[in-house]
Nanobody, 123 residues
Framework: QVQLVESGGGLVQPGGSLRLSCAAS????????MKWYRQAPGKERELVAA????????NYADSVKGRFTMSRDNDKNTVYLQMNSLKLADTAVYYC????????????????WGQGTQVIVSS
């Protein structure tokens, strides 16, 4: 059974920090692209950070560059999102996503989501 369980959300003041975690199980974590999305009230879900299975450096949305850092631990099947210098605009539900496309022998798409963790930035 595939599971993505986010944790670490909460209430924080502007300028503060939070560290989100996403623990994965039920699939071969290391071969999946892992992503963090967020959805603010009344807005569409947006991609915040992505870390491909190939490794290298993660990519970030312009709105969080320099403030957020995504990391993945393939031994622990976990991804993290360190969020610093939080702003009111970072208030959202943050979702963890595991994504993979296989092309042989048949094209298959694997797209798993966690339940989300709420982040509220407020003074």
């Amino acid at each position: 059974q595939v599971q993505l369980v986010e944790s670490g959300g909460g209430l924080v003041q502007p300028g503060g920090s939070l560290r989100l975690s996403c623990a994965a199980s039920g699939f071969t974590f290391r071969i999946y692209d892992m992503k963090w999305y967020r959805q603010a009230p009344g807005k569409e879900r947006e991609l915040v950070a992505a870390f491909t299975s190939a490794g290298g450096s993660p990519n970030y949305a312009d709105s969080v560059k320099g403030r957020f850092t995504m990391s993945r631990d393939n031994d622990k099947n976990t991804v993290y999102l360190q969020m610093n210098s939080l702003k009111l605009a970072d208030t959202a539900v943050y979702y963890c996503n595991a994504f993979r496309v296989e092309v042989r022998p048949l094209r298959k798409l694997f797209d798993y989501w966690g339940q989300g963790t709420q982040v509220i930035v407020s003074s």
